[in-house]
């Protein structure tokens, strides 16, 4: 993994995430909206664009705005290893305090991020966006409430659109999350699986305006169930006890 960035020189109290694979078009005008949004903050923040092994030129595009932007971190993966692993390597690669994610093909909209960041005000350690009036086909928003529904069967983590990649998480909270493949379609579950605070809210959902989806049934559901059923496992195996008293 390569990495182009400028060394801290102050606390950062927000890190954007956002995992792209092949999304040159978007790029640009998403660094433009987040810019726009986040410098209404007084505190220090990033963004981290996580190139998922892209072939179309947005490895250069994004070396040339590490240049020009000294709050933009870029890392390179390897090759192609999927949304998991690109987000995982942005959370790991996160400096902030809050650790902020959206999708990279501009569908989620970077002007509902100040309404996260209030609603952690609520001791929150995990807030997530639900699309309103979803900019979708057909056949994604029909497999998309499949899965949802099943998902609320299965865990009951009173999610309604954990598909949603607009959401804002406490790191420290972030970093005893177990990683496997497709963990992140399960993360508000996996929150409440550890005790920490989990909440919804309705968030705004665009139309993709550039470039190819890279959704299918196939990297989306084949192994949807199985990964349910593993989540319902680690969340009944969890241990569970209380200290009652330390003598020293």
């Known amino acids: 993994m390569e990495e182009c960035s400028r060394s801290p020189s102050t606390v950062v109290l927000y890190s954007v995430v956002v995992p792209i694979y092949n999304e040159i078009d978007n790029i640009l005008s998403l660094v433009e909206e987040i810019e726009w949004v986040m410098n209404a903050y007084e505190g220090a923040w990033e963004f981290i664009f996580v190139d998922d092994g892209s072939t179309d030129g947005s490895l250069q595009l994004l070396e040339k705005l590490c240049r020009s932007k000294p709050t933009l971190r870029s890392l390179r993966l390897k090759k192609n290893y999927g949304q998991t692993s690109a987000l995982v390597a942005g959370f790991k690669a996160a ?38 009036k979803r900019r979708d ?13 099943m998902r609320q069967l299965v865990l009951a983590d009173k999610t309604h659109d954990t598909g949603c ?36 809210i309705p968030v705004h959902h665009r139309e993709r305006r550039r470039g190819k989806s890279k959704y299918t ?32």
């Open 217 to 248: 049934l196939f990297n989306r559901g084949a192994s949807l169930f199985f990964d349910m059923l593993a989540v319902r496992w680690m969340r009944k195996r969890r241990l569970r006890y209380e200290v009652d008293r330390e003598l020293s």
């Open 137 to 149: 086909s057909w056949y994604k928003r029909l497999i998309s409430k499949a899965a949802n529904s």
């Open 165 to 200: 990649s607009l959401k804002i998480y406490r790191r420290e909270c972030l970093e005893k999350i177990p990683h496997f493949h497709g963990m992140h379609r399960f993360l508000p579950a996996l929150f409440q699986t550890e005790g920490f605070q989990t909440k919804e």
């Open 95 to 132: 400096r902030g305090t809050w650790v902020i994610t959206l999708d990279g093909d501009g569908q989620n909209d970077p002007r509902d991020i100040p309404l996260l960041i209030e609603a952690t005000s609520g001791s929150y350690d995990l807030v997530s966006g639900r699309r309103q």
